[in-house]
């Protein structure tokens, strides 16, 4: 069975500040990792994947997030906060393409100015 | 920008009443999901479907059916609404035929019951 595991329910950054939030993961085979953004009232919608080939992913909004099997983690970072970012994040993992997501608990992102 | 719809946004309603809350996408996804999320609180998968007459039960158990007649639509059903079904309820779309496969999803439903 898989799992996943953000650490920190709530993270709080002050404006221009590095944001770093952390996931972990289990599964029995490789795994695809999704982060996930949700904005108050709305749905999810993707930050970033990774699936296979380089380990360092990029995604929307300046964010990006690094594969590191050996630790098995998919942190999530972007260099410097922007009010906007103010949002609950969740990452989530799956098997392998088309099998169904897993999803952490989320982590709650409030910027300060 | 995902084109999966879902309606209504919000409902308030008694309990015992049979609600339908309706998805629909234009992507032509075959791969439909039904998540429940509590306040603050991970999302739970509760129904799936890989295509036309394919519903399977999800990682959470709910007293919601669902059905999959055609493509576009995933409706999910509560026969008869009760408080603990308060929740917000997500409904995503997939196609695993684009190679790398990722879920889009809608605003969601916001349910409160009585």
Same mark, same amino acid.
């Given at each position: =069975?898989?799992?996943?595991?953000?650490?920190?329910?709530?993270?709080?950054?002050?404006?221009?500040?590095?944001?770093?939030?952390? $996931?972990?993961?289990?599964?029995?085979?490789?795994?695809?990792?999704?982060?996930?953004?949700?904005?108050?009232?709305?749905?999810?919608?993707?930050?970033?994947?990774?699936?296979?080939? =380089?380990?360092?992913?990029?995604?929307?909004?300046?964010?990006? =997030?690094?594969?590191?099997?050996?630790?098995?983690?998919?942190?999530?970072?972007?260099?410097?906060?922007?009010?906007?970012?103010?949002?609950?994040?969740? $990452?989530?993992?799956?098997?392998? =393409?088309?099998?169904?997501?897993?999803?952490?608990?989320?982590?709650?992102?409030?910027?300060?100015? | 920008?995902?084109?999966?719809?879902?309606?209504?946004?919000?409902?308030?309603?008694?309990?015992?009443?049979?609600?339908?809350?309706?998805?629909?996408?234009?992507?032509?996804?075959?791969?439909?999901?039904?998540?429940?999320?509590?306040?603050?609180?991970?999302?739970?998968?509760?129904?799936?479907?890989?295509?036309?007459?394919?519903?399977?039960?999800?990682?959470?158990?709910?007293?919601?059916?669902?059905?999959?007649?055609?493509?576009?639509?995933?409706?999910?059903?509560?026969?008869?609404?009760?408080?603990?079904?308060?929740?917000?309820?997500?409904?995503?779309?997939?196609?695993?035929?684009?190679?790398?496969?990722?879920?889009?999803?809608?605003?969601?439903?916001?349910?409160?019951?009585?």
């Amino acid at each position: =069975a898989q799992s996943v595991t953000q650490l920190g329910s709530h993270v709080s950054v002050s404006e221009g500040a590095l944001v770093l939030l952390r $996931c972990n993961y289990s599964s029995s085979v490789p795994p695809y990792l999704f982060w996930y953004v949700q904005y108050p009232n709305q749905g999810l919608q993707l930050l970033l994947k990774y699936t296979t080939g =380089a380990t360092l992913v990029k995604g929307i909004n300046g964010f990006e =997030a690094e594969f590191k099997k050996s630790e098995t983690s998919f942190h999530l970072t972007k260099p410097s906060a922007h009010m906007s970012d103010a949002a609950e994040y969740f $990452c989530a993992v799956s098997k392998a =393409a088309g099998n169904k997501l897993t999803f952490g608990g989320g982590t709650r992102v409030l910027v300060k100015p | 920008e995902a084109d999966i719809y879902q309606t209504p946004r919000y409902l308030v309603i008694g309990t015992g009443k049979k609600i339908t809350l309706e998805c629909s996408q234009t992507m032509g996804h075959d791969k439909m999901y039904w998540y429940q999320q509590d306040p603050g609180m991970e999302l739970h998968l509760i129904h799936y479907s890989y295509g036309v007459n394919s519903t399977e039960k999800g990682d959470l158990s709910s007293e919601s059916t669902v059905s999959r007649i055609r493509t576009e639509h995933f409706p999910l059903t509560l026969e008869s609404a009760r408080p603990s079904h308060t929740s917000q309820y997500l409904c995503a779309s997939s196609d695993p035929g684009q190679g790398q496969e990722t879920q889009y999803f809608g605003p969601g439903t916001r349910l409160l019951v009585l």
